[in-house]
């Protein structure tokens, strides 16, 4: 599936609704380049920078735009190619190709950018950094430019996705279901990580997704209590849990799913009870996102549910109130309970210009404090992680270790770590959830059984 129409045209034209009608000024923007493994010529495949992406379509590197506020005209300016261009990287198009392709309102190449500016003599350049700024004050010291503003304005934008962009989360949504259900069947003690890896790249891949949207976390038994793990080398053992967060994007758009199984199929009863845990407040959190809420308040409530769970289990002990207000939370969940979901996997957005981040453990890493609005995309990801770097110096801490039971959490430094992760649109009444690959227990076990 390809989509034909210009999702760009429409996020120009938001982008220059936020202007007043008279204003003066342009702004200017640099797509990116190739980029090369330290000094050497291993090329990294090219994946646009997602503001070029989001207001253009063009996914080429060596472009610019200007988009001029009064007039409301678009630049595209395309790279001039020299003959070798098409020797090493292929064939190079031609104008009335680009053209046809980007709908530019004036389409030039890029050595023309000093004279087109100069044309234009905009009052003020609007771009989005100080390496631009320089780019830009380089070709004319005269040039009046501001970089304080647009980063805002553009993520304005790309934090309320239109109907085309919905279109394309689903597809890559669609795609990452089919693929996390392949690798749930796959799983075998014995396996390596890579083996899960492999089953899971191959399944986006052969779906026409070829970029991955982050680095894919495939962790066998204590490697899952790794939050960023990305070694995905080891064997995964018999008794082991495994945990997949991986997901591909389709035309610049991410998915970002998390599942904890068993490797051999058959939960134990720890590993129930603790699963159960982090998946009730998956759940719970899903039936309370709609437009209005906070994400602060969902991390809070998903807190008190895992310390519910912990206690029930006999891991910690004393009142949820007073575990909450020790911190003891995150001890077991020290990461933020979900962030924007979109061109970017931890998308823009999160922080309005104001807005803090809460100095407390665990939710200080949550990556977004703005309003939940219809049209807005999220994951909700709770986890529960045995940690052993957190949990001893814990157990040596007076303050902490009346909340904990020592002689359990002992036996679960090896067990590894759970998250349950899904993608939700916010719409105008609850959400939408683009996941749906097996997350209750009796669902995972019987996909694993056959
Ligand atoms: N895989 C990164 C995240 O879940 O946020
Ligand atoms: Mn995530
Ligand atoms: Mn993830």
Redesign the pocket.
């Known amino acids: 599936m390809r989509f034909e129409n210009m999702s760009s045209k429409l996020h120009r034209d938001k982008l220059f609704s936020l202007f007043e009608e008279d204003q003066e000024g342009v702004i200017y923007l640099r797509g990116g380049e190739i980029m090369y493994r330290y000094g050497t010529d291993y090329e990294f495949p090219f994946r646009q920078e997602s503001n070029f992406w989001y207001l253009t379509d063009v996914n080429e590197p060596d472009y610019h735009m200007v988009m001029d506020l009064k007039s409301k005209t678009y630049h595209l300016f395309a790279p001039k190619r020299e003959a070798a261009y098409a020797v090493w990287h292929g064939r190079i198009k031609p104008n009335g190709e680009i053209k046809e392709e980007y709908q530019p309102d004036k389409l030039h190449y890029d050595n023309d950018l000093l004279t087109v500016l100069n044309d234009l003599k905009p009052s003020v350049i609007y771009c989005l950094n100080e390496e631009q700024a320089e780019f830009l004050e380089d070709l004319n010291r005269n040039f009046n430019v501001e970089t304080e503003s647009l980063t805002d304005t553009i993520t304005y934008c790309r934090c309320i996705k239109t109907d085309d962009e919905l279109d394309k989360l689903r597809v890559s949504a669609k795609v990452n279901n089919e693929a996390h259900l392949a690798a749930m069947k796959a799983i075998k003690p014995g396996m390596y990580e890579y083996d899960m890896k492999a089953v899971f790249d191959f399944h986006q891949q052969k779906n026409g997704l070829l970029q991955d949207a ?1 680095s894919g ?1 495939h962790a066998g038994g204590k490697n899952s209590a790794i939050l960023h793990y990305t070694e995905n080398s080891k064997e995964i053992k018999d008794g082991d849990l495994y945990l997949i ?1 991986s997901g591909y994007e389709y035309e610049g758009y991410a998915s ?1 799913v ?1 599942r904890t199984y068993p490797a051999n199929g058959k939960f134990t009863g720890d590993q129930a009870a603790i699963y159960q845990t982090a998946l009730t407040a998956l759940n719970k959190v899903i039936e309370a996102v709609k437009p209005g809420i906070k994400m602060e308040d969902l991390h809070l409530a998903a807190a008190r549910i895992i310390l519910q769970g912990l206690k029930d289990h006999g891991l910690v002990k004393g009142s949820i109130d007073d575990l909450m207000e020790k911190n003891i939370f995150a001890l077991f969940f020290p990461h933020g309970l979900g ?1 924007f979901l979109g061109m970017d ?2 998308d823009v957005g999160g922080y309005p210009k104001g807005v803090e981040r809460i100095e407390r453990p665990g939710i200080q890493f949550l990556r977004v404090r703005r309003e939940l609005q219809p049209g807005m995309v999220i ?1 909700i ?1 709770p986890g529960v992680y045995f940690i052993p770097a957190l949990l001893k110096p814990a157990l040596e801490d007076p303050e902490k270790a009346e909340f904990l039971n020592a002689d359990k959490l002992e036996k679960l430094f090896n067990f590894g770590g759970i998250r349950i ?1 899904d993608n939700l649109i916010i719409t105008e009444d609850g959400c939408e959830n683009l996941t749906d690959v097996p997350k209750e227990i009796k669902d995972i076990e019987k996909v694993m059984q056959g």
Request: proline content about 0%; charged content about 35%; hydrophobic content about 10%.
């Open positions: 982050y976390i967060d970002d998390s962030h996997t931890h994951t990801e992760e």
